[in-house]
């Protein structure tokens, strides 16, 4: 069995805490070995994670893993965020550099992920399992693809468990950063990220943003789909779907799938993948919670 894990973004409105509570309920039955929760990074909004996790481990029964963002903060915040996580009975974390925060001019007592991870194991020990992210078109940022790489192997000296990738539509893309990787001695399970595609413009800014290549195939057939939205999830389905199903096929040790707090691209790629043969499951669960909620749609 491979593992399934699913990412979602911590909700600041009523309409989309609705939202991923109707997400979360329909994912739950797939059982995710884990949820991860993206960093919130700058003054009020350091409380949307922690919540969050609260919501999803106790109401859903996940194990919720919160982000860590090195940018901007202090050793003091992050030690604090350590603390509450273990009392929430956390016990994996992924720790990113992230962005500087807006108006911050200043990366705080962190410049790199690297020094975010040594600082984890430093306060906590072995208690928190460390995954980091790893980028198989080379990090935007970064000056070449070696020294990319060579970024990823400090994280993973420094402490880390595991590597959780961009997403990338280019399988290939993939089995290479895992051999140049394992190259430098990176022998952790490298995870790759997995996109959904319903909206060409957000997919697009998204891409814009981070770094991923939609290639130009791709590109131009979502482009001649206009605003036809039942033709681009379709099509997007069966692009997503068939290069999941080349990962599992060649070895990749599962799927971490960007939900974008919505539950039925990843229903639709996960039904897609079992009518291939790809059983996916995870290999630790807390269980279902309350009611199997199967049943339950979200948009």
């Known amino acids: 069995m491979r593992s399934i894990s699913f990412e979602f973004f911590p909700p600041k409105t009523d309409e989309q805490r609705a939202q991923l509570d109707v997400t979360a309920a329909a994912l739950r039955a797939r059982r995710p070995e884990y949820v991860s929760v993206t960093f919130g990074a700058g003054g009020s909004t350091l409380s949307y994670t922690p919540d969050t996790v609260r919501r999803l481990s106790e109401d859903y029964g996940f194990e919720a893993v919160p982000h860590l963002s090195c940018m901007g903060g202090r050793k003091r915040e992050i030690a604090a965020l350590l603390d509450l996580y273990r009392d929430l009975g956390c016990r994996r974390v992924v720790a990113l550099r992230g962005d500087l925060p807006s108006g911050m001019a200043t990366y705080g007592d962190f410049r790199f992920a690297s020094d975010l991870v040594r600082f984890i194991r430093a306060e906590t020990g072995d208690h928190f399992r460390i995954e980091v992210a790893g980028y198989p078109e080379v990090h935007p940022q970064a000056d070449n693809a070696e020294r990319d790489l060579d970024a990823l192997a400090e994280k993973v000296a420094a ?34 990220g997995i996109m959904p595609i319903t909206n060409y413009s957000q997919l697009k800014r998204f891409s814009d943003m981070c770094g991923a290549e939609i290639p130009r195939w791709i590109s131009r057939r979502l482009q001649g789909m206009g605003d036809d939205r039942a033709r681009i999830r379709a099509f997007g389905q069966q692009v997503v779907a068939d290069l999941c199903s080349r990962l599992l096929r060649e070895g990749a040790p599962g799927l971490h799938v960007y939900t974008l707090n919505r539950a039925r691209p990843t229903l639709a790629l996960l039904d897609a993948l079992a009518d291939a043969g790809h059983d996916l499951e ?9 009611a199997d909620a199967a049943e339950l749609s979200a948009a």
């Open 282 to 290: 995870a290999r630790s669960t807390r269980g279902l919670g309350v």
């Open 159 to 192: 402490g880390a468990d595991g590597v959780i990738t961009q997403y990338f539509f280019n399988a290939d893309a993939y089995f290479c950063f895992v051999e140049d990787a394992r190259a430098r001695g990176v022998a952790c399970p490298i995870l790759p």
